[in-house]
Structures are given as structure tokens and as C-alpha cells.
């Protein structure tokens, strides 16, 4: 990507190792344009596409582009972007409140598709965020009613409310 001048931002897992250092993931997940995926397309083989996403192999990785022409991933893309240093170099990430939206919109679409595990998995990731840094949710709710309908946004306030609950220690 940096040798063909690729605009992009890291998102999904690869871009929670920036946050949080114990987790997995198998793929690698980039929000794009279409235009800078033009660039990228004759370097990887295409598996699959729609409107929002092309899934593709390099070399034996597998490559989510998350397409910008979706409002969510553009308005992350453009506002919500930092920069972490890899092992590899520096590349652009998105910001733990773009992580959030970004989990929030998957685990709607997981929901709907009956893949209640994946949608744990994703609701686990957001639950440790929500445990190791302070969330401005005032934020995350006010730009979450630009994507999700006022149902939505509630469900993801239960959870959120669950998660923020006290711990303890249950082998004391």
C-alpha cells in the first residue's frame, strides 16, 4: 500500500492490537476509497464483493477493504483516524471511538444475520474497551444518530450500561 501511495486506515482487529495487546485476528481490515482501491486491485486476488466491502488474498492474507462510499466507514475514515506505530512502521489506525462505531454497525449486521458468536466476540472487544479506557459516550451517541435508528442506539446504551457496572473480585 505504501509503495502504490494508498490512502487507507487499519480497522477490526489488527487496529485493537493498537488498544488492546491480547488480541486475535486472522484478517486485516482496511477502510478505502474506491478510487484507492482501483490501486490496489491488480496486486491482490478478489474473492468476493459488494457494495461495501471487497475481500481479497495477498499472499495468503486474507484483506477486507471496507469500501468509503458507506457513510460509517467514510465519516470514520475521515474523522476518526490516529496513527500507531506497527513493528512494520508507522501506519494510520482508527481511534478507539471509531473502533466502537465500526463494532457497533457489525454486531447489528451479525445480529441480523443469526451469527450470535461473532456478534460476541465483537461484543466482548467493545466491553474491554469499555474497561481499559475512558469512552466519551456523550460523543459516541451523538454521532451514532447520524447510523442507527434511536432502537438501536438504546440496545447498545443496555449493554453499554452492563458493562460499566463494578467489578469484583469473585474469588475472594
Sequence with gaps: MDELDVEFCIVGGIAYLAYIQDRNT?????????KELEKVRGHVKVIGED????NADFEGLCVDFL??????FDYVHKNEVTTYEFAEGNYPVATINGLILMRFDSIIDLYQKGKLMK???YE?????LTVVFDIDWDHIWTVSKKFFTDGQINEFKKMVSDWQKPRRNRFE
Design 124 to 128: 466482548r472487544d467493545l466491553q474491554v
Design 119 to 121: 456478534a460476541l466476540y
Design 51 to 54: 457494495v461495501n466491502f471487497t
Design 26 to 34: 486472522k484478517d486485516l481490515d482496511i477502510l478505502i476509497s474506491v
Design 67 to 72: 469500501k468509503t462510499s458507506n457513510a460509517l
